[in-house]
Structure formats: structure tokens, C-alpha cells
């Protein structure tokens, strides 16, 4: 028997099978989430008439749920098999494979009366290629960058001038709503917060908020995170950016599991959560859990990446002309492809999207990939720069810039996301 056994380590075969069993695992699992995907959304979205529902039509919801399915199996194996996650990159990949590329290749479908090829082409091969960017290393450098005022000078004192500024100086409402009353306090808080306001704020939800929140974690400095609480909470009050208190949950769990943090375990955490909320709803709150988690995070940048790609598939495309051409080229809406889309489906609302709906909208499927391009280089600076750091550290620090990449473009992040901060800050302070 021992001999059996030791021939068989030899010729690797329970190697191989240990891989071929967590292959299949995990690909039970996929099937499950999309499963949950679909039920969510036709069982509680759908029947209690939420924010993102469009109904359900989806005859052919058996072959593009195949789709989704392989396209998750085949992008998570070119990253790495149900290893666990170790660079900010590859986290970035994981969720934007399950969370945005995924439901929209089942949206394409459940939206419309027909197959909607261009929206699954483009989302399965930006899934694959993201993927197999994660093998590839872009930056290489020995030199090291330093800052004699430390590590935490220049976030924490932002934070600090920001809750004084709410505290003191600001004059709009600063109210603790509930997540149903949100649009509301972003009505009034148009009428007080300037372009400066806003780019301020974006800094600290981007850079110095995270700084303070995760070294504080880190350092167990409960001021350093008391500001950074204090400065996500004054956002919401003041301008009622849910995501905002979603970071602060999102940062502690990523921290406390980022050491174990696989896709495995994420997708048992999604068809775990996605169960509990159809369970609830249908139980008790009527669809209230479904409203402020699976439809904002779930359906939102699915269904408003297959609006992007309904609406400019024939429409002339923006080619930046609201934004860093608009010197240069005139606009064919006077606006930006956000607000076409929001008053075109929803009632004069603002509808981001992700870098692939971004793209689309501005030059078709070459800015798609053009997009993309930029978005890998930004996450690959930030892997660069945060590579002396523990893997909690550089996992939970990247949140805030996660999720503004699932929901928005990599030039606003760039802009006025506060993501440029985040790179200076890794990039001139001391080493760990």
C-alpha cells in the first residue's frame, strides 16, 4: 500500500487530482451564483418592482447562463484556480468577473427579446484578458521612493480638516437619512456643494478616508480611525453617497480575511448573502434588503452597462466631447453619455457605469479596450507601489478604488476620485 502511494506522489496523481476536485468545486459554485443571479433578480427585483427592474425576458436564459458560467470558470483559471488572492489585481479581476462581467452577460439577455451578441463578446473577452494580464508584470524597479514627514502626515490631516469643515463651515443639511431617503439629501446638497467641494471630498473618500481607516486597523489607532469613520459618515449626511458606508463595512471584512481571502471563499460569502436577502424579502421586507445591496451592486453596473451598449450602438458615439475634448470637438448631446442615459431611462437621473460601458459610449468597442488599457495600469501602479505593504494592508487600502471601477470611469477616478492621491502617497512615503 505504502508503495502504491508513493508511486502515485511520484507520477503526481493526487496532485492532480487535489486541482482537478477544487476545478470542479469551484465551478459548482459559479453555477450556484449565477443561479442566485437569476433568481434574485426574476423572485424579488422583478416581482417587487425595485429601482433596476426592467422585467424579465430571457428566452434563451439556458445557453447565456452556460455562457456566464464558463466565462467565470475559464477567466478565475487563468488568474489562478481557486488560489488565494495576493495583489490588488487579482482581487480587482475576481470581482469584476462575478459581480459586473457575469450579470451582464445574463442581463444582455433577461432585458431584451434577443441575444445581445456585442454586449457578451465585449464583457467575456475584457473577463479573459484581464485575466491573463494578471501573469504578466509591467513594472519592475528597484528605486525606492522616500518621505521624511512619514507615513500618515498628510491623509490624516485631511481627514482632520474635513470633519472640522462639515462641523463648522458647512451649510447645506447634514442629516442621518435612511438608504430610501438618500435622493433627497443629493437634491439639496447640489445647491451647496462647488466643483472644489466635490473634488475635496473625492480626495478623502479616495485617499485619505482609506489611509486613516486601514492603518488605524493596522497601527490600532483608534483616531486614525474615528477620523476616517467620522469622514465617511459626513459624506453620506451631506451628500448621500451610500457607497460611502459600504466602504467601511467592505474595508474591515476585506482586512480581517484578507489573508485567507480566495475566490472560493467570496463566491460562498455572494450565494450565501445572495440566499439570505430572497429568503428575507420574501419573508419579511418585501424586497428592502434586495434595494440596497444585490440591485445597487449587483444590478446596477450590469443592467446600466447594457443600457450604454443599447442606447450608443447606433447613437453617434461622445468621443470625450463632455470632458477633456471638449475644447476641441463639439458635443452631440451638450452633455455628458451619464446624463443621456439617465434621462433616457431613468427620469433625468445620473447613470454611471464602468470603464467598459464608459468606453463604448465614447469611441464604440475600440475605446472598450482602449479603457481597459488604462484601468490595468492604474491597479498594476498600485500593486507597485504598495508591495512592502502586509497583504490586509494592500487589500482593504484598494477598496474604495474597487468599487469606484465597478461603477464609474477610470478617468473620473483619475479626476476626481481621489485615486492619483492614493498613488502619490504610496509612492513618496516611507517605506514599511
Known sequence: ????????????????????????????LLALYVAFIVLLYRY?????????????????????????WFVGVLSILLIGNFKVIDSAYKMFCVVFVLMVALPVILFSDMLKGGFYSAVVLDFSMVSFLLALL?????????????LPLGLYFFPVLACLAFVVYMMAFYRGDISMVGLDSVYGLRDSAKNYQSSLFKYAQGFVLGAAAPFCLVFGLYKRNFLFIALAVSSYLFVYMSSGH????????????????????SVGLILSVGILGMLTILVSDYLV??????????????????????????????????????????????????TSPQQVIGSVYFSDDWANVNFVGEGFANFGRIGVYFYLGIVVFLVKFYDYFSADLPIKVRLSLFVPALLFLLNASPLTLIISGGYIALLGVLMLRKRM
Not at 451610500?242 to 481571502?261: G, H, M, P
Not at 418585501?286 to 445591496?293: I, M, P, R
Open 285 to 334: 421586507f418585501g424586497g428592502e434588503l434586495a434595494a440596497f445591496s444585490y440591485d445597487r451592486m449587483i444590478g446596477a453596473p450590469a443592467i446600466l452597462s447594457v443600457l450604454y451598449y443599447e442606447y450608443f450602438q447606433e447613437a453617434p458615439k461622445v468621443l470625450l466631447s463632455h470632458s477633456i475634448f471638449s475644447g476641441f470637438l463639439d458635443n452631440p448631446y451638450s
Open 1 to 28: 500500500m505504502i508503495k502504491i502511494l508513493d508511486t502515485m506522489q511520484k507520477i503526481k496523481i493526487l496532485g492532480t487530482y487535489t486541482q482537478g476536485f477544487r476545478t470542479v468545486f469551484g465551478s459548482v
Open 134 to 146: 494578471s501573469r504578466v508584470q509591467f513594472i519592475s524597479s528597484d528605486f525606492i521612493y522616500k
Open 242 to 261: 451610500k457607497s460611502a458606508l459600504l466602504t467601511i463595512f467592505i474595508v474591515f471584512f476585506v482586512y480581517f480575511f484578507a489573508a485567507k481571502l
Open 44 to 68: 424579488d427585483v422583478v416581482v417587487n418592482g425595485l429601482y433596476f427592474s426592467f422585467g424579465f425576458d430571457s428566452p434563451n436564459l439556458f445557453p447565456v447562463s452556460v455562457i456566464s
